[in-house]
C-alpha cells in the first residue's frame, strides 16, 4: 500500500510540473480547446475534431452531455485548489488546470482520445438534496454518442478500483451521484420499500441507504441474475420496454435510492438508438408522463410499474396527483349484503357451524373466529338449516312413569333405538347413491327432490363461477391486485403464489356433472317399491333386505342415510310383504305412497279359498282391476285374478287357509251330508164294495186323501180306471207333472197307486188292492188317511177300506257327534231350522250352521219332490258348517303359515231311529261335502274336507270391527294392537255370497271382498316430515258391487311413523276402510237375507305416532260405509285407532319456511291448545314436558346466543308467548330432588309488550306464574313476525352476565349462582303465540368482552384503551447548545478588557449557541402527552343522516322507518385475554339519543392488520381510527393508524367497507406521504372533498459556512437617537408573547379581552347552563362543555383569578404598522438583509405574511378586512443579541444548529379516499382537540376549508435551511398558533 501511494504521488508531482511547464497553460486559455501539445492528443483529435465548436460543427447534435458530482473541490476556494496552491475565482489558472485533469481522468478511464469531451460547466449547482459547497457539478459533453463509454463510465464509477477512481480529478466523483446522461437519465418513484426491492443488496451509507447495482451491471452475472434485486430490475426492465416499445438495453437502470419508508427513486437511462431522433429520450419521457396519468396504460399495467407514483411523475417534470388509488392490497370485494354474513363478521353473530354425519348420525358443532379460519369444537349451535339433522337432540324434559311422574334420570331410556321403532336404520347397510354436492355436502341415500337439486345445481354452479371469476380476474384483471405480503412485489410473482384453481375447478365441475345426471336429470321421475322381493327401480336402483318383525312377518325394508322424495316424484308400491323404510336422519316425503288394497301386508278380499305357494308374493288380482263391479272386464281371456284359487279347485285337495286376513270375516267351512234309510215296504189297502145278499149293487162311491176327492166312480169301476181316477184326482196334478209343480201351492197328494179288482160277493161287490208305488211311509200313519164316501145304491150296500200290508216308516231320534260335542237327540224328521239350532246351542265351537234338508215343505209325502224323503221316510240334510276351529289365519300374506291346515274334524251319529223291517232297520249315512246332497246347487262344490272362505258380505275388521253383512258369517274383528306392535296390513271383507255353494254356481268371480289396506312404517333417526303433497294412503278396498249381493269393504292397513325427533304431517296419512258393496237389484219382500243384500264396510286401519314431538295433520281413520239390507244390520265399519307417543306437550318442529337472518328454516313451537294441569303445590316432578337440549356434559360457555320470533298477537289471549331457560341440570334430575333452590340459571320470558329476566329461580315448564316474580327488562317490544337476536354473554370466574337484545344490552354485570349450563329448556304458553328459535347457539365468546358507551349521572362512559401518543423517541430530546468557544480579536486584546479583575469582560460569560432546538411545545414522560384512560371522546363519531342509515340498517328491524340521524361511534378495543399478544379490533356503537346504543361489533379485527410496506410479522394494534362516507364510491372509508407491540412502525390503514355497521376490510398499510403518524384525523368538506390531518415530528439541519466573524449587536433606536428597548428585545428574539402577531386578534376572537363568561348549550334540548371559572368545573376529559352533546357559546375568557386579566388581557404586540416602530434599520450585522420592523415581521424563510393573518371576518369585534392571502410562515428575528466576538461565517459549510418541531400535514385524499392524492401543506404545530373546533376555528368564506392543503404537490420532508436566512429563522420557524 505504501509503494502504492507512493507511485501515485510522484505521479501526481510528474504531472503536476508537466502541466506548469506547459506555455500554453500560461496564459488564460478558452475552456472548449485542447492544445496540440497535449501528451493525449492523437488522431482522433488531428482528424476529427480538437475543440467544443470543431466537434459541435462535425457532428452536429450527435453528442451527449454528462454529469458528475466531485467532492473535495469547494466552489468558494476554487477547483483546482487540490492541484495549485493559491486562489483565484473566475478562468484561473486552477480552474484551467482543474478541467484539464478531469478531462485527461475521463479520457484514461475510457481509454479514448480526450478530444471526445469537452466542459461545458463548472457550477455548485443541483437540488437541494445535493447541494454542497465542498462539492462542484461537472457537465461535459461526448462526441460524438458512444454508449459504451457512458456504460463504461457509469459503471467505473461504482468501483473503487476503477480507472476513473484512480484519477487526480474523478477519483472523488461521487458514485451516489452517478453519471448523469443529461438528455437521457430520468427518474421515477415507485411506492416499494428499498428493502422489498433489494433485499440484502441494499447499500447503507450516512447519505441513505441505495442500490447501485443497475450502474454496475451486476445482474449480467448468471449468479447474481437470480437476487431479488436482478428479478425487480428485470420487472422493471421489462414493463418500460413494453410501455415504451423499447428494445432489450434501451432501458437501463442506474440507481434505486430510498425515498421514505415505502419509496424509492429509481434513476434510469433511456439509450437512444443511433438513427434515434435528437429528442428520442425526450419524447419517450413525455410518453411515460402521458401514460401516468392513464391509469389503463401499459405502465399501469406492468409487473411493478403499476406502484409507480405520479406525485413525482418522471423526474419531478409535470407531477400529477393521485386522483385515484393505484393499488390496492388486493380487490376489494363488495361488503356482504348478507346481513347474516355481516352479523357474522362483526362477531355480532357467532359464526358457528353445525355438521352432520348422516352415516353415523352424529353431530359435531365448531366456532370459527374469521371466515375461512379454523374450527373449534363448541358444545353447540343449530341452525337447523340441514333438513337431516331436524330437531335432533331435542328431548322431553319429563319422561313419565307410573302415576304420571317424572322419571329419574337414572331410569330413562339409555338406549339408542327409536321408540316404537321395528329396526334400527343402523343395523343394515345404507343404500343409495352417494352424490357430492355443493359446499361439501353430500346427496347420500333416496334423495329426489327437485327444489333442493335445483338449489344445489345453482349452489355449485356458483361456487364455481366465483372460482372461475377469481380466476378471470386474475389472469385478466389483474391491475392493482397485492397480496398482503409485501415481499411479493409483481404481478407475475402473485401469480406465481396464487392458488392455482384449476384442479379445483374440475373438481367442482365434476360434481356439478354428477349434480345435474343426478336424480331425475336422465330419467323418469319415478319409484318402484316391489316388495316380494325387496327392490327398488326407476331413478334409483337398489335391493333392500327381507326384515321380520318379532312374530315373524316379512317386511321389505330399505335403509338409506337420508329420504327427501318431492311431490315430482311418482311412486309406485307393489308387492305382498308389508314395506319399511328407515332413515339414519330424517325422511322428508312429499309425494304419494299409495299402497294398492291387497299389497304390502294387504290382505285379498274374499272370494279365494287358498294362494297357490308359488303365488303368494303376486297380487291375487292386477292392477287394472281396482274398481269392479259385475267383473265384467273380467271376461277376457286371461284372468282378471290370476292369483285365485276358487272354491271349485278344492276337489283337488289343495290346502286352505284363512287367506284374506285375521281380521276377515273368514271362517272354516265343513260340508256334511247327512242321509236316514231303511227298507222300503209299499203299503196296500184293500177297498171292499159288498150288498145284502141277492141285492144287485148300483151307484158309486169316492176317494178321499188329504183333502182331495175323486168324482163319482162307478161301482163296478175296473181296476185301470180306478188307478187313473185316483191318480188324477187325489193329486194336486197330472202325475207326469207331479215334479214339477210349486208345492208351495198347494198340497201333496197320494203319488202312484197300483190297483187290481177282484170280485166280491154274490151281489156284485168287488175287492179293489190298491198299493202305494210311491207314497212316503205309512199312509195314514206318515200322511193322510185314504178314506171313501158309499154312494152305493142297493140295500146293504157298503164300501170299506182295510190296510193289507203297512208301509214302513222311519222313527225314533238320533243324535251328532262334532268338534268334541254331542247334541241332544234328533228327531228322525227334524227339520233343518231345527236341525241348525240344535247345533248352534250344542256344539259350542260352531259360529253358523245352515241346513237344507230333503222335503224342506214336507209336502213331499206322494214321492214324487225332487228333494223329497226316501220311501221309508228317510231324509237328506245338507249341513254347511262354520268354526273358526281349526281356521289357519296367517297375519302377512307372505307367511308360511299357509302351508298349514286345521285338524279335519268329523261329523258322527248316533242312531237310535225305528223302522226295522226284520232285521233290516235304519241306518244314517254321514258324508263329508255336498255330492250326495239332494240339492244340486249343493252338489256344485268339490270339497271333501273342509275349508276357509270369507263370504256372507261382511267387512273386514283390524282397528276396529267391520260392518255385518247380508249373510250370517260374523263380520271381521279387529286384531293387533293399537301401539303396532306387529306390522299388520289390513283384511279382505267378505265376498257377496250368503253360502260357500254360491261361489260355485257361477263361472266367474262376482261380488268379490275389498282387499285390506297396507302396512307402510317409516323409521328417522331424527324427524319425519310429510309434506303438504304428500298422502300415504293403506286404504281398504271397496267391496264389489253385485246383482243381488254385494261383497264387504276392506279394512284399513297400518301406518307407523317412528322418529328420534319429531313427526310433522301437513299432508294426509289415510288407513280408512272400504265401503260396502251394493247390489243392483231389489230382493223380493219374502227373499232371505243370506240369499243376498249390501255388503259390510271394512273398518278403519291403525296409525302409530312415536315421536319426540307430532305435529298432526289429516289423519283417515274412519270406517267404511255401507247401505244396510235391514234395519238390524249395523254395516258400517268402525273408526280406526291412532296413537300417539309424544314426550313433549307442545308441538315442537322445523319450519321450512320461515328462518332468522335470511336463513331457510327455524325452530317451531306451535301454539298451545290446553292449559297446564292443576298442580297446585307446583311439584316439579309432576310437570308437564318441555323441549329440553342435554349438552351432554356441563359446560361454561362464554356466550348463549339465538333468534326469537313470536306469531302475530292480534288473536291470542296470553301476555307471554315462549321462554328460554338455561338450567344446570336436566329436568328429570331437578325433579328428582325435594331440595331444589332453583330450577333455572338464567331464563328470559317474552311477551307481547315486555320481556322479563331472571336467575335462580323456579321455573316450571309451560307455567307463567314464576314469571311475576322476575324482573321486566328496560323497554323492548318485540314486533310480531320479526326476528330478534338474544345473546347472553357469562363472565363465570365472576358469576356475572350481561343480555343484549338485537346487540342493545339491557342487562349488564348482573349475578347468578351456578357452576356450569347442562340444558337448555324452550316453552310456551297457553293462549299464547306461536314462537320460533333459530341460530342457537353455545360456546365461546368472540365479541371481545367490547361494551358500548352507557349513561351515568349524564355522562356517557365506557372502558377504553389507554391513549398513547408520541414516544419519548420520536418528541426527541431537550434543546442542547455546542461548547462555548473564546474567540480573540482586537478588541479582546485591548488594555481595557485585559484588566486582572476580569471587569468589562468575562470569558464565557454569554449564552452558548444553540447545537440542538427542541421546539417540542408539549412534552413528558411517556412522549407528547401523558398517557391515560380512554374515553367515550376518545373514539370518532360517524353522523349518518335518516334515509342512509334506513339504507345501510339489517333486517332486525333497527333504526328502520321514521327516525332521527344515527349516530355510529369508532374506536379501538384491546382484548386482553391473552397479554402476550395485541388482540383486539375496532369496535363500533350507533345510536340516535346518545342513550342507547347498540353494539355494531367488530369493525376490523387487529388480526387482519398486514404490514405492507416491509411485511414486518410482528402482531399490529390499530388505533384511532375515523370514518368517511364517500359519496362517490359508495363506500365508507376508514382511516386508522396501525404500530405493533413496540410502537416502531407509526402506520396509516385504510379500509372500507359498504356499510357504517361494518364490516371493513382491510386495503392496506402505508406511510402517508412516506410519514409516520401517530395522531390523525380526516374531514370531509362540502364539496365532497376529504382531507387527512396529521402530525409528525422532523428535525431540521440549518446548515451555514463556519464562522469567521461575527458582527458585534446593536440596539433599536428611536428616531431620536435614543434605545427602543421593547422593540430591541421582540427583533433581537422571539417570544409568543410578545411576537405573536395573531394576538391582538386571537385574543379578541377568543374574548380574552373580556370577563370570564363561558355557556354550554344542550344539541337537542337547547337547554343552555353557565360554566363557571376554575378546573374544579371542567369534565373528565378537561373539557368545559359535554362534546359532541353540548356546544360552546363564549362571551368572555378573561381569567378572574388575577386582577391584570379580570377585565381580560391587553396586547403586548408592537404593531408593525405602526410608523414609530420602523424609524430604526439594522446595519451592523453583514450578509443580513437591513429592512424596517414592519418588512421584517412579514418577511420570512418561507415567504411573505400579512398582518391580519387568520382573522375571522365573522368576528363582530373586527372591522371587516382584505382576506388573508394564508400561504407560508413567518419569522421575526434578526437582531439576535451576541455575546461572543464577532466571527464571519464564511467557512466550510457546517450543520451549526438542529431544530425539531412538530407538524400538522394537510393531505387532499384521492377521490376513492383510499390514499393522498400528493397535495398537501404542513404546518408547524399541534393537532388538538376535536377536528371540528379546529374547522371552526381556521375556517372563513374565502374558502371551503381553512387549513386547506393548497394545490400543490408537496412533501412533508423537510430540506436543510441555510443561506443567509439562517439568522432569521433559527429560533422559532413558525408562530402558527396550535392552541
Avoid at 421 to 434: C, V
Avoid at 686 to 709: E, M
Avoid at 1165 to 1178: C, E, G, H, I, V
Avoid at 1483 to 1500: I, R, Y
Wanted: aromatic share 10%; with cysteine.
Amino acid at each position: 500500500m505504501m509503494m502504492l501511494n507512493l507511485l501515485t504521488s510522484i505521479r501526481f508531482v510528474l504531472v503536476f510540473l508537466l502541466l506548469l511547464s506547459l506555455p500554453t497553460f500560461s496564459t488564460v486559455v478558452a475552456a472548449d480547446t485542447i492544445s496540440n501539445a497535449d501528451i493525449r492528443h492523437d488522431q482522433f483529435c488531428s482528424e476529427q475534431c480538437s475543440s467544443l465548436s470543431s466537434c459541435n460543427e462535425l457532428y452536429n447534435n450527435n453528442f451527449v452531455d454528462l454529469r458528475l458530482r466531485v467532492n473535495n473541490f469547494p466552489i468558494d476556494d476554487g477547483p483546482g485548489k487540490s492541484l495549485v496552491f493559491g486562489k483565484d475565482f473566475g478562468t484561473t489558472v486552477s480552474r484551467q488546470t482543474f478541467e484539464t485533469q478531469f478531462i485527461l481522468d475521463i479520457a484514461a478511464a475510457l481509454d479514448a482520445s480526450p478530444c471526445h469531451f469537452y466542459i461545458i460547466s463548472v457550477l455548485p449547482e443541483g437540488d437541494d438534496n445535493y447541494w454542497d459547497s465542498e462539492s462542484v457539478f461537472v457537465t461535459f459533453r461526448l462526441f460524438p454518442v458512444r454508449v459504451e463509454f457512458v456504460s463504461s463510465l457509469t459503471k467505473q464509477l461504482q468501483e473503487p478500483e476503477s480507472v476513473l477512481h484512480d484519477g487526480l480529478v474523478t477519483r472523488t466523483a461521487d458514485s451516489l451521484y452517478g453519471l448523469v446522461a443529461l438528455p437521457w437519465d430520468f427518474t421515477l418513484k415507485l411506492t416499494y420499500s428499498i428493502s422489498i426491492v433489494g433485499d440484502i443488496d441494499v447499500i447503507h451509507s450516512s447519505r441513505g441507504r441505495y442500490l447501485n447495482q443497475g450502474s454496475l451491471n451486476s445482474c449480467v452475472d448468471a449468479e447474481y441474475k437470480g437476487s431479488r434485486y436482478c428479478i425487480f430490475e428485470r420487472y422493471l426492465s421489462e414493463d418500460i420496454e413494453r410501455a415504451l416499445s423499447l428494445e432489450p438495453g434501451q432501458f437501463t437502470i442506474l440507481f434505486i435510492k430510498e425515498a421514505d419508508r415505502q419509496s424509492v427513486v429509481v434513476t434510469f437511462r433511456l439509450i437512444p438508438m443511433p438513427d434515434s431522433d435528437d429528442n428520442w429520450a425526450e419524447v419517450k419521457g413525455e410518453e411515460l408522463v402521458h401514460q401516468m396519468s392513464d391509469p389503463k396504460s401499459l405502465l399501469y399495467a406492468g409487473n411493478v410499474t403499476y406502484k409507480i407514483d405520479p406525485t413525482w411523475s418522471i423526474s419531478q417534470q409535470e407531477r400529477q396527483p393521485r386522483t385515484f388509488t393505484q393499488y390496492v392490497s388486493r380487490p376489494i370485494p363488495a361488503t356482504s349484503a348478507d346481513v347474516y354474513e355481516r352479523c357474522k363478521a362483526t362477531r355480532r353473530c357467532p359464526r358457528a357451524w353445525s355438521s352432520y354425519n348422516q352415516s353415523s348420525s352424529e353431530s359435531s358443532h365448531t366456532l370459527q373466529e374469521y371466515r375461512n379460519g379454523q374450527h373449534s369444537t363448541v358444545p353447540l349451535f343449530l341452525d337447523f338449516e340441514d333438513w337431516r339433522q331436524g330437531t335432533r337432540g331435542w328431548k322431553q324434559s319429563c319422561r313419565r312413569g307410573r302415576d304420571d311422574i317424572c322419571l329419574p334420570t337414572s331410569l330413562h331410556e339409555t338406549t339408542t333405538s327409536i321408540a316404537g321403532a321395528h329396526w334400527n336404520p343402523f343395523d343394515f347397510e345404507s343404500l343409495g347413491p352417494s352424490i357430492p354436492a355443493a359446499r361439501d355436502e353430500w346427496n347420500n341415500g333416496l334423495v329426489l327432490n327437485k327444489k333442493t337439486m335445483e338449489l344445489t345445481i345453482d349452489g355449485q354452479s356458483k361456487l364455481i363461477e366465483e372460482f372461475k371469476a377469481l380466476v378471470h380476474w386474475m389472469d385478466e384483471e389483474f391491475h392493482h391486485g397485492l397480496t398482503d405480503d409485501a415481499s411479493i412485489r409483481s404481478r407475475e410473482e402473485i401469480r406465481m403464489n396464487i392458488t392455482d384453481y384449476s384442479e379445483v375447478i374440475s373438481s367442482e365441475e365434476l360434481i356439478l356433472d354428477m349434480l345435474t345426471q343426478s336424480q331425475c336429470s336422465a330419467v323418469e321421475c319415478n319409484l318402484v317399491f316391489n316388495t316380494s322381493d325387496a327392490t327398488l327401480t326407476g331413478a334409483i336402483n337398489a335391493t333392500g333386505v327381507i326384515a321380520t318383525t318379532p312374530d315373524g312377518t316379512e317386511v321389505a325394508l330399505w335403509a338409506f342415510d337420508s329420504i327427501d322424495i318431492d311431490e315430482n316424484v311418482n311412486i309406485t308400491l307393489t308387492g305382498q310383504r308389508a314395506m319399511a323404510l328407515v332413515s339414519r336422519s330424517s325422511v322428508r316425503i312429499n309425494a304419494t305412497l299409495y299402497a294398492l288394497p291387497g299389497t304390502l301386508g294387504g290382505f285379498p278380499g274374499g272370494f279365494s279359498v287358498a294362494r297357490r305357494p308359488n303365488d303368494r308374493l303376486v297380487r291375487v288380482c292386477n292392477e287394472q282391476v281396482d274398481l269392479r263391479g259385475f267383473l265384467d272386464v273380467c271376461q277376457a281371456k286371461s284372468p282378471c285374478c290370476p292369483g285365485d284359487r276358487p272354491i271349485s279347485e278344492l276337489a283337488n285337495g289343495i290346502v286352505s287357509n284363512n287367506i284374506n286376513g285375521p281380521g276377515s270375516p273368514s271362517t272354516r267351512v265343513y260340508l256334511f251330508t247327512i242321509q236316514t234309510s231303511a227298507p222300503v215296504v209299499s203299503e196296500m189297502q184293500s177297498l171292499t164294495s159288498s150288498a145284502d145278499d141277492g141285492q144287485t149293487l148300483s151307484g158309486g162311491f169316492r176317494l178321499h186323501f188329504n183333502n182331495y176327492t175323486t168324482s163319482l166312480l162307478p161301482h163296478d169301476i175296473s181296476a185301470p180306471e180306478l188307478k187313473r181316477r185316483i191318480e188324477d184326482s187325489l193329486n194336486p196334478t197330472k202325475k207326469n207333472r207331479l215334479d214339477k209343480f210349486d208345492r208351495r201351492d198347494a198340497r201333496s197328494g197320494i203319488g202312484a197307486v197300483e190297483v187290481t179288482r177282484d170280485r166280491f160277493g154274490p151281489s156284485g161287490g168287488y175287492q179293489w188292492n190298491i198299493t202305494f208305488q210311491s207314497a212316503v211311509g205309512n199312509i195314514g200313519k206318515d200322511s193322510s188317511q185314504l178314506t171313501v164316501t158309499n154312494l152305493l145304491v142297493s140295500k146293504g150296500a157298503d164300501i170299506s177300506l182295510e190296510t193289507i200290508r203297512h208301509g214302513n216308516s222311519i222313527g225314533g231320534t238320533f243324535a251328532l257327534q262334532f268338534l268334541g260335542n254331542v247334541t241332544r237327540s234328533i228327531s228322525h224328521d227334524v227339520s233343518a231350522t231345527e236341525l241348525a239350532a240344535i247345533l248352534l246351542e250344542d256344539v259350542d265351537s260352531l259360529s253358523t250352521v245352515d241346513v237344507i234338508r230333503s222335503d224342506p215343505t214336507d209336502n213331499c209325502n206322494d214321492g214324487f219332490c225332487r228333494n223329497g224323503p226316501q220311501r221309508s221316510g228317510g231324509y237328506i240334510w245338507t249341513l254347511t258348517l262354520t268354526t273358526q276351529t281349526g281356521n289357519v289365519s296367517p297375519f302377512s300374506p307372505t307367511s308360511n303359515d299357509y302351508d298349514y291346515e286345521g285338524e279335519v274334524e268329523e261329523l258322527n251319529a248316533l242312531n237310535y231311529l225305528s223302522g226295522c223291517v226284520d232285521s233290516d232297520c235304519p241306518v244314517i249315512h254321514i258324508e263329508s261335502g255336498h255330492d250326495k246332497s239332494h240339492n244340486h246347487k249343493m252338489r256344485s262344490i268339490k270339497a271333501e274336507k273342509p275349508f276357509s272362505l270369507a263370504y256372507g258380505g261382511a267387512g273386514g275388521g283390524y282397528g276396529g270391527r267391520g260392518g255385518d253383512g247380508f249373510g250370517d258369517i260374523a263380520a271381521g274383528k279387529a286384531y293387533g294392537d293399537k301401539q303396532i306392535s306387529h306390522l299388520y296390513g289390513g283384511s279382505g271383507g267378505g265376498v257377496a255370497a250368503g253360502q260357500p255353494f254360491q261361489l260355485g254356481v257361477f263361472k266367474d268371480p262376482r261380488g268379490r271382498g275389498g282387499s285390506g289396506g297396507g302396512a307402510i312404517e317409516i323409521v328417522a333417526v331424527n324427524d319425519i316430515v310429510i309434506g303438504s303433497y304428500s298422502a300415504i294412503l293403506c286404504e281398504g278396498e271397496h267391496g264389489a258391487d253385485g246383482y243381488m249381493s254385494a261383497g264387504g269393504g276392506g279394512s284399513g292397513g297400518s301406518i307407523l311413523l317412528a322418529a328420534g325427533g319429531s313427526i310433522q304431517i301437513d299432508g294426509m296419512l289415510s288407513v280408512t276402510g272400504g265401503d260396502g258393496g251394493r247390489r243392483k237389484s231389489v230382493a223380493p219382500v219374502d227373499q232371505d237375507n243370506s240369499f243376498g243384500g249390501n255388503g259390510g264396510a271394512g273398518s278403519g286401519g291403525r296409525i302409530a305416532l312415536y315421536g319426540e314431538s307430532v305435529v298432526l295433520g289429516k289423519l283417515l281413520l274412519n270406517g267404511g260405509e255401507c247401505s244396510a239390507t235391514n234395519a238390524s244390520q249395523e254395516c258400517n265399519g268402525e273408526r280406526g285407532t291412532i296413537h300417539i307417543d309424544s314426550g313433549l306437550d307442545t308441538g315442537l318442529v322445523i319450519d321450512q319456511d320461515t328462518g332468522a337472518a335470511g336463513t331457510r328454516r327455524s325452530l317451531h313451537l306451535t301454539p298451545r291448545s290446553s292449559r297446564l294441569p292443576f298442580n297446585p303445590k307446583r311439584l316439579l316432578s309432576s310437570t308437564q314436558s318441555s323441549p329440553e337440549y342435554d349438552l351432554g356434559a356441563s359446560s361454561r360457555p362464554g356466550r348463549i346466543s339465538f333468534y326469537y320470533r313470536a306469531e302475530n298477537h292480534s288473536h291470542s289471549n296470553s301476555n307471554w308467548d315462549g321462554a328460554f331457560e338455561l338450567r344446570e341440570a336436566r329436568w328429570s334430575y331437578l325433579s328428582s330432588k325435594s331440595d331444589v333452590a332453583y330450577t333455572a340459571v338464567v331464563g328470559l320470558f317474552f311477551g307481547r309488550n315486555e320481556v322479563r329476566h331472571g336467575v335462580n329461580y323456579i321455573g316450571i315448564p309451560h307455567d307463567d306464574e314464576p314469571i311475576k316474580e322476575l324482573d321486566s327488562l328496560p323497554s323492548t317490544s318485540f314486533k310480531s313476525r320479526s326476528w330478534s337476536k338474544v345473546d347472553i354473554l357469562f363472565d363465570w370466574e365472576n358469576h356475572r352476565h350481561d343480555i343484549y337484545i338485537n346487540d342493545i344490552q339491557l342487562v349488564q354485570s348482573a349475578l347468578f349462582q351456578g357452576e356450569s349450563i347442562r340444558a337448555i329448556s324452550l316453552s310456551n304458553f297457553h293462549e299464547g303465540s306461536g314462537v320460533w328459535f333459530d341460530e342457537i347457539y353455545v360456546g365461546d365468546d368472540t365479541t371481545m368482552d367490547f361494551y358500548c358507551p352507557r349513561l351515568h349521572n349524564g355522562t356517557l362512559v365506557m372502558e377504553r384503551p389507554i391513549q398513547k401518543g408520541w414516544k419519548p423517541e420520536d418528541v426527541g430530546g431537550v434543546s442542547t447548545t455546542h461548547p462555548m468557544q473564546r474567540h480573540e480579536s482586537h478588541v479582546s486584546r485591548r488594555p481595557l478588557y485585559q484588566r486582572e479583575d476580569g471587569k468589562f469582560i468575562k470569558p464565557f460569560d454569554g449564552l452558548e449557541d444553540r447545537a440542538f432546538t427542541s421546539d417540542v411545545k408539549f412534552r413528558s414522560n411517556d412522549g407528547d402527552r401523558d398517557h391515560k384512560k380512554g374515553s367515550f371522546l376518545a373514539g370518532s363519531l360517524l353522523r349518518l343522516p335518516r334515509a342512509q342509515a334506513s339504507n345501510d340498517d339489517d333486517a332486525n328491524g333497527y333504526l328502520i322507518g321514521k327516525r332521527p340521524d344515527t349516530y355510529t361511534w369508532y374506536g379501538e378495543h384491546d382484548y386482553n385475554k391473552d397479554p402476550s399478544s395485541l388482540t383486539g379490533g375496532i369496535m363500533a356503537c350507533s345510536t340516535q339519543d346518545f342513550v342507547t346504543w347498540k353494539n355494531e361489533g367488530v369493525m376490523l379485527n387487529f388480526a387482519n392488520l398486514t404490514d405492507m410496506v416491509d411485511e414486518s410479522s410482528n402482531v399490529l394494534r390499530a388505533e384511532r381510527p375515523k370514518v368517511l362516507y364517500n359519496n362517490s364510491t359508495q363506500k365508507y372509508v376508514m382511516w386508522m393508524i396501525i404500530d405493533n407491540g413496540t410502537r416502531e412502525l407509526g402506520m396509516a390503514g385504510v379500509a372500507v367497507s359498504d356499510y357504517h355497521s361494518g364490516p371493513f376490510e382491510f386495503v392496506r398499510s402505508f406511510y402517508p406521504d412516506g410519514n409516520q403518524t401517530r395522531d390523525q384525523t380526516l374531514f370531509q368538506d362540502d364539496d365532497g372533498a376529504a382531507y387527512l390531518f396529521r402530525t409528525y415530528y422532523t428535525t431540521v439541519d440549518f446548515v451555514i459556512p463556519e464562522a469567521v466573524m461575527q458582527p458585534t449587536w446593536e440596539s433599536v433606536k428611536n428616531s431620536d437617537g435614543s434605545t427602543n428597548f421593547a422593540l430591541s428585545y421582540h427583533r433581537a428574539a422571539y417570544d409568543p408573547g410578545y411576537d405573536d402577531y395573531h394576538d391582538i386578534y386571537l385574543q379578541r376572537w377568543r374574548t380574552e379581552d373580556k370577563p370570564w363568561q363561558v355557556i354550554c348549550v344542550n344539541r337537542i334540548t337547547k337547554e343552555e347552563r353557565e360554566v363557571p371559572y376554575g378546573k374544579e368545573h371542567l369534565n373528565f376529559d378537561g373539557e368545559v362543555c359535554q362534546d359532541p352533546f353540548e356546544y360552546k357559546i363564549v362571551l368572555g375568557q378573561g381569567n378572574p383569578n388575577f386582577e391584570e386579566s379580570v377585565n381580560g388581557i391587553q396586547s403586548r404586540f408592537l404593531d408593525p404598522n405602526d410608523p414609530a416602530n420602523n424609524v430604526w434599520i439594522p446595519n451592523s450585522v453583514p450578509e443580513v438583509q437591513g429592512q424596517t420592523w414592519k418588512d421584517n415581521f412579514e418577511d420570512g424563510t418561507c415567504g411573505r405574511m400579512k398582518v391580519d393573518l387568520d382573522m375571522q371576518t365573522f368576528d363582530p369585534d373586527l372591522p371587516n378586512r382584505e382576506k388573508p392571502n394564508r400561504r407560508h410562515c413567518s419569522n421575526l428575528v434578526d437582531n439576535p443579541i451576541h455575546e461572543t466576538q464577532p466571527d464571519k461565517r464564511i467557512g466550510d459549510a457546517t450543520v451549526l444548529e438542529q431544530r425539531r418541531a412538530k407538524y400538522v400535514a394537510v393531505s387532499r385524499l384521492t377521490d376513492d379516499y383510499l390514499d393522498t392524492s400528493g397535495i398537501l401543506h404542513t404546518y408547524e404545530g399541534e393537532l388538538t382537540g376535536d377536528l371540528l373546533s379546529i374547522v371552526r376555528q381556521f375556517r372563513d368564506d374565502s374558502m371551503p376549508f381553512g387549513w386547506s392543503s393548497g394545490e400543490d404537490i408537496s412533501s412533508a420532508f423537510k430540506p436543510q435551511q441555510h443561506d443567509n436566512q439562517f439568522s432569521q429563522t433559527k429560533a422559532n420557524q413558525s408562530d402558527i398558533p396550535v392552541d
